[in-house]
Every structure is written in structure tokens, then in C-alpha cells.
């Protein structure tokens, strides 16, 4: 029985075949550190992805608030009048104002 001269030709040895080409190896290291331990990794560019798109929904989301916030400004002020008659009792000089309160 021989006894292996180092502990890494033990483990290249136990190595698939394809593996124990260097070529094949230094390949498939390289793409192992470009997948999952590069900065641009495809991890980070599927979480960059879906970031991308939470802020596109969120940014439809205000635009349509933005809308809804710009029509009820005009319509404010068409109805201001009315809006300060009712909610501040404001009237004229010359007006009376009665209140009636109808009970549920």
C-alpha cells in the first residue's frame, strides 16, 4: 500500500475525472466565484431586479395619488365656499345661519 507523498494528491485523487483536469477545474471555480461570491453576482442582480421592480409598482402607485390629490385640489376650489360654510359655519354679514341636526 503507498501512502500518497502530500494530502492534496489524496484528494486529487478522490476527484471525478473530469475534475482532475486543471483546465476543466480552474473553470469551474470561475464560475463558482462569478455565480455566487462575485459583487455581481446573479444572486445580487435578481434581488437588484426585484428591487427595480417594488419601486416601479410604487412609483405607479403615487403617480395614481398624485392624480387623485391634484383633482381633489380643483375641485376644492370650486367648492370652497361651500366647504367653509359647512365645516367653519362661516356666513356673510348680512346672513343668518340656522342649524339643523337630523338624528340617526
Do not use: C
Not at 16 to 30: E, G, H, S
Not at 70 to 89: I, P, S, V
Amino acid at each position: 500500500m503507498a501512502l500518497s507523498s502530500t494530502p492534496w494528491q489524496a484528494l486529487w485523487s478522490r476527484l471525478p475525472a473530469p475534475l482532475q483536469n486543471k483546465y476543466y477545474l480552474t473553470l469551474v471555480i470561475f464560475l463558482f466565484i462569478m455565480v455566487f461570491l462575485d459583487r455581481h453576482s446573479i444572486w445580487t442582480q435578481w434581488k437588484l431586479w426585484r428591487a427595480q421592480k417594488q419601486l416601479e409598482l410604487d412609483r405607479s402607485y403615487y403617480q395614481g395619488k398624485i392624480k387623485e390629490a391634484k383633482e381633489e385640489a380643483e375641485d376644492f376650489e370650486l367648492t370652497k365656499e361651500k366647504f367653509a360654510r359647512e365645516h367653519y359655519y362661516m356666513k356673510r354679514a348680512d346672513e343668518e345661519v340656522f342649524i339643523i341636526q337630523e338624528e340617526k
